[in-house]
C-alpha cells in the first residue's frame, strides 16, 4: 500500500509539473495544496501502520514533496505575477516551476549522496579496536615468535625489553 501512495504522488507530480509546463491548466495554488498535504499524510498514516522503513520510498516521498512545493510556488507566482511588461505570467511561472523543480531535485540528490558517504565512513569508525594484550599475553606471543625462530629487531629500551 505504501509504494502504491509513493508512486501515486510521484507520478501526479511529474503529470502535474508537464501539464504547468505546458500550460494545458495551471491549478490553484491551494488545489496544488491539499493535494501534496493528502499525499503526504496518506503516505505516513500507511507508514505507521504497516510499520514498515523503506529509505528508497522516503527519498522518492521526498522528491515527489519537493516538486510538490516547485508546483505550489509556481502557481502562487502566476497567481499573484503583475508585471506584466517585465515577464509575462506564464513566462514567470515556467521559470519558478523548472528552477525550483531542478534546484529541489538537484538538492535531493545531493542529501542522498551525503546520507550514502556518511554511511560509509561511520561503517568504518564502528570497527572495533582490539583492546590492548596485557603484559603476559605479550611475553607469551614474543616466546613464540622466539622458537618459530623470527627475526626480530629491539630499538630503544622499554619496560618490555629492559631485561634482554
Do not use: C, H
Request: aromatic share 10%.
Amino acid at each position: 500500500m505504501q509504494v502504491i501512495i509513493v508512486v501515486i504522488s510521484f507520478l501526479a507530480t511529474a503529470l502535474g509539473v508537464t501539464i504547468m509546463y505546458n500550460a494545458v491548466y495551471i491549478p490553484s495554488a491551494k488545489l496544488i495544496l491539499i493535494a501534496g498535504l493528502i499525499a503526504l499524510v496518506a503516505y505516513f498514516m500507511v507508514k505507521q501502520l504497516q510499520q514498515s522503513k523503506s529509505k528508497k520510498l522516503d527519498k522518492l516521498m521526498s522528491v515527489s514533496m519537493t516538486l510538490f512545493g516547485a508546483m505550489f510556488l509556481a502557481s502562487f507566482v502566476y497567481s499573484t505575477w503583475d508585471m506584466e511588461k517585465f515577464l509575462s505570467r506564464l513566462t514567470m511561472m515556467k521559470l519558478t516551476l523548472v528552477l525550483l523543480g531542478i534546484t529541489g531535485v538537484y538538492l535531493n540528490i545531493v542529501f542522498i549522496r551525503a546520507e550514502i558517504s556518511y554511511k560509509k565512513k561511520r561503517g568504518n569508525q564502528r570497527i572495533e579496536e582490539q583492546p590492548n594484550k596485557s603484559y603476559f599475553e605479550k611475553r607469551k606471543e614474543e616466546k613464540e615468535r622466539i622458537e618459530r625462530g623470527e627475526v626480530r629487531i629491539i630499538l630503544g629500551a622499554s619496560t618490555d625489553n629492559e631485561g634482554k
